[in-house]
């Protein structure tokens, strides 16, 4: 803490972790809950399913391309005014998402949101990092990721049930109670806590904002046809010309908002693509396998959400399991071993329908959530392993922001293959959906595996990627 701050009271130090932990479980609860009530916003605002996708979209790029500025706008204005901001703006855009009558007003109000989720949790924090000893730092955040995990649990089985017993509506309204406590209890124990901040990338961030979101909106255009394919062509190839500019940028910079000697750090580059390219595919399964359920396979929302409960109940047991895996066996086994059983996972998702019994079904989705939980555990600590504590934070937040991208992109790409397999076919509307669905779930299973390639290039005989 620099000594401009001011002293940190008792009762913030007291408060401060579960302030934190009510802004991760906002954030955390509103990206899961959504994805169930997705096909009864479709039927009331007169829309496809498919293209719910950019209601997802919009919110996960937002919170990508705010990630890089969390910190400086935090150590500029201070983190208590940001944070009452992020919870500001969080609550008022689930308000305004409440409110939409049309798809585009909910995409932008789903943009307001996303400004405050985007600074939510890396606020927190950083103020729990800042006013805490490293004594003490692993007792507390652990506190703070513990409604995190809540959230995933609740969200499904609880927008399912919303969505049955009163409307799609209060999924967003059951936000502002949780926004308004939080709020206050924000405004009397957030410390306020900034330093001295060095001159901001502007230009940097300009060029790297503008090649994330225009290859995104292109994409989606192209799946969707919501824009011409010319406009959306131009879309991709200008982004792409945005992040060529930035890679050029960026090696002669001397601040840059990421740094490419990141790069050379090995373990680093191999994660970060790695990640980009294992989390296409299951970064779209939270939006997919909602649809699944009520689309292709008949259940009702609530049925849905809580069949959905398993994916979250193996990820966590399966997270006591990472640090005794990875000594024994490596990162580099685990990597390339668990990609392919993930691709698998994935894929094998052709092969249920009405015919597989309930409980097998439920099985079927805990065992997805164990393995797709060991490959985020693996690959995100892979990645900041071997980071110097100059890059670190850089890192954090480079991957942070992959990590945002890789799965807006993994669901503009699904929403495609689904709008595709699904188009045209001479069956009924149940039939059509299923067979699209099975489709689209062998091509993401796929696309998955193609991160092994990228994760077989580890080191074979460093001792822990062995």
């Given at each position: 803490m620099s000594d401009s701050s001011p002293m940190v009271t008792p009762a913030q130090r007291k408060w401060l972790p579960l302030l934190t932990a009510v802004g991760f479980f906002m954030q955390t609860l509103d990206g899961t809950i959504l994805n169930t009530a997705l096909p009864s916003m479709a039927a009331a605002?007169?829309?496809?399913?498919?293209?719910?996708?950019?209601?997802?979209?919009?919110?996960?790029?937002?919170?990508?391309?705010?990630?890089?500025?969390?910190?400086?706008?935090?150590?500029?204005?201070?983190?208590?005014?940001?944070?009452?901001?992020?919870?500001?703006l969080f609550t008022l855009g689930s308000l305004a998402c409440a409110a939409a009558s049309t798809l585009p007003m909910l995409v932008v109000a789903r943009v307001l949101q996303g400004v405050g989720g985007a600074l939510l949790m890396p606020v927190g924090r950083l103020a729990v990092l800042r006013v805490y000893s490293k004594h003490d730092l692993l007792r507390v955040m652990s506190f703070v990721t513990i409604p995190g995990l809540l959230g995933p649990l609740l969200g499904p089985a609880l927008g399912g049930w919303l969505v049955e017993v009163a409307s799609w509506h209060w999924v967003f309204l059951i936000n502002l109670p949780v926004g308004l406590i939080g709020f206050i209890a924000s405004w009397s124990f957030m410390p306020d806590l900034r330093q001295h901040t060095a001159k901001f990338d502007w230009q940097g961030f300009v060029l790297f904002s503008?090649?994330?979101?225009?290859?995104?909106?292109?994409?989606?255009?192209?799946?969707?046809?919501?824009?011409?394919?010319?406009?959306?062509?131009?879309?991709?190839l200008f982004g792409l010309a945005a992040m060529a500019s930035y890679w050029l940028y960026a090696a002669n910079a001397e601040q840059p908002?990421?740094?490419?000697?990141?790069?050379?750090?090995?373990?680093?580059?191999?994660?970060?693509?790695?990640?980009?390219?294992?989390?296409?595919?299951?970064?779209?399964?939270?939006?997919?396998?909602?649809?699944?359920?009520?689309?292709?396979?008949?259940?009702?929302?609530?049925?849905?959400?809580?069949?959905?409960?398993?994916?979250?109940?193996?990820?966590?047991?399966?997270?006591?399991?990472?640090?005794?895996?990875?000594?024994?066996?490596?990162?580099?086994?685990?990597?390339?071993?668990?990609?392919?059983?993930?691709?698998?996972?994935?894929?094998?998702?052709?092969?249920?329908?009405?015919?597989?019994?309930?409980?097998?079904?439920?099985?079927?989705?805990?065992?997805?959530?164990?393995?797709?939980?060991?490959?985020?555990?693996?690959?995100?600590?892979?990645?900041?392993?071997?980071?110097?504590?100059?890059?670190?934070?850089?890192?954090?937040?480079?991957?942070?922001?992959?990590?945002?991208?890789?799965?807006?992109?993994?669901?503009?790409?699904?929403?495609?293959?689904?709008?595709?397999?699904?188009?045209?076919?001479?069956?009924?509307?149940?039939?059509?959906?299923?067979?699209?669905?099975?489709l689209t779930y062998l091509c993401i299973g796929l696309m998955s595996m193609l991160a092994a390639l990228i994760f077989a290039q580890l080191a074979k005989q460093d001792k822990r990627n062995a």
């Open positions: 605002l007169g829309e496809s399913p498919l293209q719910m996708q950019s209601v997802v979209i919009a919110y996960m790029l937002t919170v990508a391309l705010l990630i890089p500025a969390s910190g400086w706008l935090a150590d500029r204005f201070g983190t208590r005014r940001i944070y009452l901001a992020a919870i500001l503008a090649g994330m979101v225009l290859v995104s909106v292109g994409l989606q255009g192209l799946g969707e046809h919501s824009i011409s394919t010319g406009w959306a062509l131009f879309a991709v908002l990421f740094s490419l000697a990141l790069f050379k750090t090995s373990t680093f580059a191999i994660g970060i693509w790695g990640n980009l390219f294992a989390r296409l595919g299951s970064g779209a399964m939270p939006f997919l396998t909602p649809l699944f359920l009520q689309l292709g396979l008949g259940f009702s929302p609530s049925k849905a959400g809580m069949t959905m409960i398993p994916t979250v109940i193996g990820a966590m047991l399966t997270k006591t399991l990472v640090n005794k895996l990875i000594p024994r066996i490596g990162y580099r086994r685990i990597l390339i071993g668990n990609t392919l059983a993930l691709g698998v996972m994935i894929a094998s998702f052709y092969f249920i329908d009405n015919q597989v019994p309930h409980g097998v079904l439920l099985v079927w989705l805990a065992v997805f959530g164990a393995i797709n939980s060991l490959q985020f555990s693996a690959m995100n600590t892979l990645t900041l392993q071997d980071l110097s504590s100059e890059h670190a934070s850089s890192g954090n937040g480079l991957l942070s922001v992959v990590m945002q991208l890789s799965m807006s992109l993994g669901v503009a790409i699904a929403a495609s293959l689904l709008g595709l397999f699904s188009a045209g076919q001479p069956m009924e509307e149940s039939e059509r959906w299923l067979g699209g669905f099975h």
